[in-house]
């Protein structure tokens, strides 16, 4: 009787399946904004689009640097060029002076459909493939990651 061999992903270690499995998303995500004429959104502009369109409906910029882990120089760096190719305006915080806000403007509004467009596309093969109960033990195992991370310190 022929001895059954372990699925590949099994030999793989878990940062490695992981920085695939969101290579997927990102990929997906990109190549849908390229295709719909989004192809000025830098690095990590995926993130700031997605989270606002998600989230609140504005950041402050030092929340977003924090969940980037990213200088703060740096994330005011990359919403400058969010604000000046269009995704985002930035403004000056009602309740505190010292920092600033950013909000999507119809143009950012519009790239986060199309990116929330082909996440979703990804979410419904992935159901497809693992069903209601994998999906729940996927997010269990992630969230379990999370908690390591934030009890560790090494997770914001």
Do not use: C, F
């Not at 990102?26 to 390229?34: K, N, P």
């Not at 403004?91 to 986060?112: C, F, H, M, S, Y």
Request: proline share 5%.
């Amino acid at each position: 009787m022929p001895r059954e061999t372990a699925p590949w992903y099994e030999e793989i270690v878990v940062p490695a399946l992981l920085r695939h499995a969101r290579g997927t998303y990102g990929s997906a995500m990109r190549r849908a904004l390229d295709e719909a004429g989004y192809d000025d959104i830098p690095e990590n502009g995926l993130y700031i689009i997605g989270g606002l369109a998600l989230g609140a409906p504005d950041a402050p910029i030092g929340a977003m640097a924090q969940q980037l882990r990213i200088t703060k120089q740096a994330a005011g760096q990359l919403v400058d060029t969010l604000v000046m190719r269009g995704y985002v305006t930035r403004e000056g915080d009602p309740n505190d002076r010292r920092k600033l806000v950013i909000t999507l403007t119809d143009r950012g509004r519009d790239a986060a459909s199309v990116q929330g467009a082909a996440r979703d596309r990804i979410d419904a093969e992935l159901h497809a493939r693992i069903g209601d109960s994998g999906i729940r033990a996927l997010k269990r195992g992630l969230a379990a990651l999370m908690e390591i991370g934030r009890k560790e310190g090494t997770s914001p």
